[in-house]
Structures are given as C-alpha cells and as structure tokens.
C-alpha cells in the first residue's frame, strides 16, 4: 500500500535535546511538507521541499531543520533553540506543488517535552 | 497575506441532522479550495476540493460550492451520522506574491460531534 510514515507515533523530549521526527512516502511524490498542529490554532508550516536536495522555509521555521537528501524522505529535527516545540507533528507530501494536487497526511507525530 | 476563517466550534448534532460549517477566505489571486476532515489521532485526509469559481465538490455525501463572489465554501450535508465526528479544515493553495510556489493555508477547524 502506498502511503506516508511517520515514527515515532508519541516523542519525549527533555529539555535541550535535539530530536529527529522520521517522515517517508513511497507514492513518488516530488513535494514534502512539514506542518506543526495545535490546539486551537490549525495547521502552520514548518518547512516543505519541492525536489530532493531543495526545500524552503514555510511561516514557522525557526528552531526546525530539515534535509531532502532522498525522494522519499524528509526528516525533522527540531532544535534546543525551538521555544515551545509541544506539539502535533504532521508530514505531508504532494504529486507537484499544493497548487491543484492533493496532499496526503503522515497519521504524526506528538511530541512531548519534559 | 490568505486566510481562511471557519465558524467556530464545536458543533454537537444529533444523527441525521443538516450540517452546515461556513468557511470564508481572503487570497490575492485565485486560489484552489479544499476541505480536509481529521479523525482522532490520525492525520488529515482530503474530503473534498474545488479549483475554479461556480465549482462544486462533493464526497461521501459532504458538498461545498466555490463562491468566489462571498469568498466562500461552505461544508454542508444533508444527514450526518456518527461516524462524521471529526474536526474539519478548510484551505486554500494560491500562488505566492511573485513566485511560482503554492502552499496550503488552513482555517483553524471545527470540532464536530454527532450524538446517535
């Protein structure tokens, strides 16, 4: 089945660490996104790539980064210097750009810092 | 900048009522709008879209008419039921102010429960 995979399903993190959220997709996608839920708020970007090797800022980047070094993969880290990264983590990807094409949704990650 | 505005919720409904969640939207150009639904604990999943004015989307009973004279696109259904219990995002993908990049901009959601 094609799909996209996120691990963990549930992160601790103490506060100070670096942590590094996995995303792939085997649906040959060329556009990954990475978006951070809360309550109350919607969904806000974090990062997204539009082809390997390549990705840009979204409205929310600082104390996040990212690689594309693979088509199908496109990990998170999020840094010490992130202030409240308590959060729902979600992954998507898309055939081109969210123009007209659909984005599929990672089930995410909820991460906890301690 | 886009936003999207929905109706603040939660929605409680009883099974088989009319569904209505309202959805508005500023953007600088023409956007493509979409209703995503969010079931507990599980990521988001495309419900339903519309790219151009006058279009109609429509998916598992769910419809939503592209108003580009109200800026809207409002979710309705006829007869909801349990199983319709989720949190729902309106968005929007318009092109960036003098790029070629499109992104997706959600409206906050809107918590739906449906009692039997």
């Known amino acids: 089945d094609g799909g996209i995979t996120q691990s963990p399903k549930y992160l601790f993190r103490k506060e100070g660490q670096n942590v590094t959220l996995s995303c792939e997709q085997n649906?040959?996608?060329?556009?990954m996104y990475w978006y951070r839920q809360d309550p109350g708020q919607g969904l806000r970007l974090i990062y997204y790539?539009?082809?390997?090797?390549?990705?840009q800022k979204g409205d929310i980047a600082e104390g996040y980064s990212v690689s594309r070094e693979k088509k199908e993969s496109f990990p998170l880290t999020v840094t010490s210097a992130q202030k409240n990264p308590t959060a729902f983590y979600l992954c998507a990807s898309s055939m081109g750009l969210a123009g007209v094409n659909e984005q599929f949704f990672g089930p995410g990650t909820r991460l906890t810092v301690l | 900048g886009d936003s999207v505005t929905q109706m603040e919720g939660p929605v409680t409904l009883s099974e088989e009522a009319f569904l209505t969640i309202n959805c508005t939207y500023t953007a600088t150009g023409y956007p493509s709008l979409f209703w995503y639904v969010q079931y507990p604990g599980e990521g988001l999943q495309l419900l339903l879209k519309?790219?151009?004015?006058?279009d109609k989307g429509s998916n598992k009973g769910f419809e939503a008419t592209y108003r580009k004279e109200t800026t809207s696109f409002h979710l309705e259904k006829g007869s909801v039921q349990v199983s319709d219990s989720a949190v729902y995002f309106c968005a929007l993908s318009d092109k960036s102010s003098g790029g070629s990049n499109y992104k997706l901009t959600f409206g906050k959601g809107t918590l739906l429960t449906v009692n039997p």
């Open positions: 790539s539009q082809i390997v090797n390549d990705f």
């Open positions: 519309a790219t151009k004015a006058d």
């Open positions: 649906l040959n996608h060329d556009a």
